[in-house]
């Protein structure tokens, strides 16, 4: 990663481990809009995230994610925007800005994360 993607960090980013899904739902490619993918967690903010996946995810996308809530059950549902891709070992990874909003998991994801 370079440093840019540093440089633009609000809060550290802790390392995690689990597994979300991802539902494309706005995309500049229309064909792709509605496709879920399955994702590992690599990094956790308050405000945003690093994920994983065997699926290119295109720079702009709306994603809506489920996370795991590993302080209980069920999960977290949270909207983003995807900020950067980059290829690694045979996978993709992605950093994810998370939204504000009413319909979301947002504010108590930031209780947990910060």
Not at 36 to 59: F, H, K, Y
Not at 73 to 78: A, C, E, I, N, S
Not at 82 to 95: F, K, L, P, S
Request: charged content about 25%.
């Amino acid at each position: 990663m370079s440093t840019t993607h540093l440089e633009k960090r609000k809060e550290f980013r802790h390392p995690r481990e689990g597994r979300l899904f991802v539902q494309i739902v706005k995309a500049e490619d229309e064909e792709i809009i509605g496709t879920t993918i399955s994702c590992d967690l690599v990094e956790v903010s308050a405000s945003g995230l690093r994920i994983q996946t065997n699926t290119p995810i295109p720079v702009g996308c709306q994603l809506d994610l489920w996370v795991d809530n590993t302080l209980g059950p069920g999960k977290f549902f949270l909207s983003s925007d995807v900020r950067w891709t980059q290829a690694v070992d045979g996978t993709y990874q992605a950093g994810v800005s998370l939204h504000d909003g009413p319909a979301t998991d947002i504010e108590v994801w930031r209780q947990v994360q910060g």
